[in-house]
Every structure is written in structure tokens, then in C-alpha cells.
């Protein structure tokens, strides 16, 4: 489990002298156990935080910029892969946990949090099933792969051949209608000019 409370930069008191939260490892006690500062490979400060039931200490809360929490559980219950949310408060994503190239079970990954209380909450939600994701990763996925994009694209070439193919056949039946048509006609016409001569 890794629970990371990014802070702000700011002051705060330890022992007997304030220092900056950036400027060096700060130790801070949680749940009755001490933790430094740390910074990430992007420069963040945070302090790393044992499960998310802690609660933090109040000096700390004005100086939470982010939660982070992330975690892997076995496949049964399995859970629906997609985004999960309390509204603005936090958002989870779950995806599956590969592990030594075979589906081990699914990873929850909570960013967006300032509360632990939000954290704790959100994957309490997941794991009890009593949320659904608001954007679901298992549904099927829309569009054609390139192989399927050819073959539709062959496909639709050879139905227009073929109404090529139909209308010049129609266009060749008309035409020939229409001679047939006119030579009976001009039968007719000539029958009748026979038949009024004759009268």
C-alpha cells in the first residue's frame, strides 16, 4: 500500500524552530509513528502515510495539496475497471494487476483527494461494491483497428463496383427497352397505316 500526502511549501514548527516543508526532511508524527518529508522524482514534498483510516495532524491540513493512494487486490470480488468518484472530492482508477506476466487481480489508485477521509471512503466504496465507475473501462471499444478499416474500405470499393456495374446493366436494359420499343412502334404504326389504307 502506498498513501502519499503531497504538501504545499510552508512553514512549520518543530520542536523548538519553524522550517520550510520543501527545504529539507521535515519529521512529522503520524498515528503515533514518525514519518519525514520526502520529495518525489518531480520535486513534490510529501509524507508517506502507513493506511488511509489515519488522520493527519491539524497543523499538516492547511498544507495538503494532494492524496494519492494505490494498492493491488486479489481478482475475487473483482471489480469493474474504469474511473471511480465522490464527486469533486476524489477519484479512483481501477485497472487490472498484472504480475509476473499473469492477471494477479486489480490495482486502486485514488489521486485528486485532500482528505483521507475522501480516500478511505472512495476505495471502501470500491471494495464493498456499493459504486459503480463513472466511466467504465469494460465497455467495448468503439472504432475499427487498421486491419478491420482495409477490409471495410475493400469492402465498400466492391459494393460500388457493383452498383457501377448494376447501373450499366440498367442503363444497357433502357436503351435496349427503348429500341424494342420504338421498333414496335413503328410495327404498329405501319399496321395501322396498312389497315386505314385498306378501309
Known sequence: MGINVY??????QTGSEAVGLHQQAVSIYVSSKGAKTRHDETGRC??????????????LLEYVEEITYLENFELVPMR?????????????????????GALWGYEIRVTKATRMEDVSSLVEAILD????PTRSFADPQSGLSREDLEAK??????????????????NGTLIAGEEIVTEHIAALDKQAYHHNNLQ
Do not use: C, H
Open 7 to 12: 504538501l504545499r511549501d510552508g512553514m512549520v
Open 46 to 59: 510529501f509524507v508517506a502515510v502507513p493506511e488511509p483510516t489515519v488522520t493527519l495532524p491539524k497543523f
Open 80 to 100: 469493474e475497471y474504469g474511473v471511480y468518484s465522490l464527486g469533486a472530492a476524489a477519484s479512483a482508477t481501477v485497472l487490472p494487476f498484472v504480475y509476473a
Open 129 to 132: 461494491g456499493s459504486i459503480r
Open 153 to 170: 474500405v475493400a469492402e465498400l470499393e466492391r459494393k460500388l463496383q457493383e452498383q457501377r456495374n448494376s447501373w450499366a446493366y440498367l
